[in-house]
């Protein structure tokens, strides 16, 4: 069994993994392709959820920047009971903010949380897909959201506007500035500039390997012994707010704990983890690596 910090990614009794469980929850929550998810995240942060970028912003199993996460939160956040997020964040001329530097950092540090990152990352590619449905008048498939992931909804858009009129457009002529940030991706070894045909289906290829490592990943016991592309028998059906119900919950049962009795200090957080070890509770109850998080959700929830 390997781990990122408590965090499994393969599981040795052959139940769908912490991970591939949230991206195939966040998968059925919103109609977004779970062999797209689990593609995107494997090229993304090689399916671990504590990944940072060296160069950036970017953390965890989406690499979100501070800025689109904080952009995604104030859309969606409600939606999965965080509203105590979206209520905080703040839009003033294009940028997000958070006024409370702590709450912002707890905001932020929910990009580490497999259920919280696949779900707004799947609800990012929904909001991608219906834009470019609009747009080009088509129904959208996963190369067309990670179109939109790499180059915006709205360069995703003229991208394949423009390829469906002229495939063979150097696509660099189209998009310089992306061109010189990711010379790879825009010309060959050569130096010679790629078609925007060429692109797509070098993008579509590095998505479908994506989609097969993260099964391979995964371990054959979350993929059903070979990755099929489809969601994982027996992948729980848990929300982010699920976390902070069954905390909640778990607290109530506590005999010394009433359960209008609010959380205080790292003593209601010591005793929280005490008693999920202690205690038997069903197959969607966190473990204890998701306790400190449900601890700053319910410590936050009054803001």
């Known amino acids: 069994m390997s781990a990122f ?18 991206i195939a929850t966040a998968s059925r929550r919103t109609g977004v392709d779970f062999s797209y998810l689990m593609g995107q995240a494997q090229i993304e942060s090689s399916m671990n959820p504590n990944a940072r970028a060296s160069t950036s912003s970017a953390t965890g199993l989406y690499q979100f920047l501070d ?4 952009a995604i939160i104030n859309d969606h956040g409600a939606k999965y009971g965080m509203s105590w997020a979206s209520d905080a964040i703040q839009k003033n001329g ?5 006024s409370d530097p702590a709450l912002r950092q707890q905001i932020l540090n929910l ?6 990152a696949s779900v707004m990352a799947a609800e990012l590619a929904s909001d991608n897909r219906a834009y470019l449905e609009e747009r080009t008048g088509r129904p959208a498939d996963a190369t067309d959201l990670y179109m939109a992931h790499f180059l915006g909804a709205g360069g995703a858009a003229k991208f394949l506007t423009t390829m469906n009129a002229a495939p063979n457009t150097p696509a660099a002529s189209l998009f310089p500035a992306a061109a010189r940030a990711n010379a790879s991706v825009f010309y060959d070894r050569s130096g010679n500039p790629r078609s925007l045909v060429e692109i797509r289906d070098r993008f579509a290829s590095k998505l479908a390997n994506g989609a097969q490592m993260a099964g391979l990943n995964a371990g054959g016991g979350d993929m059903g012994g070979s990755y099929s592309g489809d969601i994982p028998d027996g992948a729980n059906m848990v929300a982010p707010a699920d976390y902070m119900r069954i905390a909640q919950a778990q607290m109530a049962v506590a005999d010394d704990l009433p359960a209008d009795e609010s959380l205080a200090g790292e003593d209601a ?6 008693l999920a070890q202690s205690r038997v509770y069903p197959e969607l109850a966190p473990r204890a690596e998701t306790a400190r998080l449900a601890y700053l959700m319910l410590a936050t929830f009054g803001r």
């Open 94 to 98: 294009g940028r997000y903010s958070v």
């Open 111 to 116: 990009r580490n949380h497999p259920e919280t």
């Open 5 to 22: 910090d408590g965090l499994t990614t393969k599981n040795i009794t052959g139940a769908p993994s912490r991970v591939t469980n949230a």
């Open 67 to 70: 800025q689109s996460w904080l």
């Open 269 to 274: 957080l010591m005793g929280q983890q005490m």
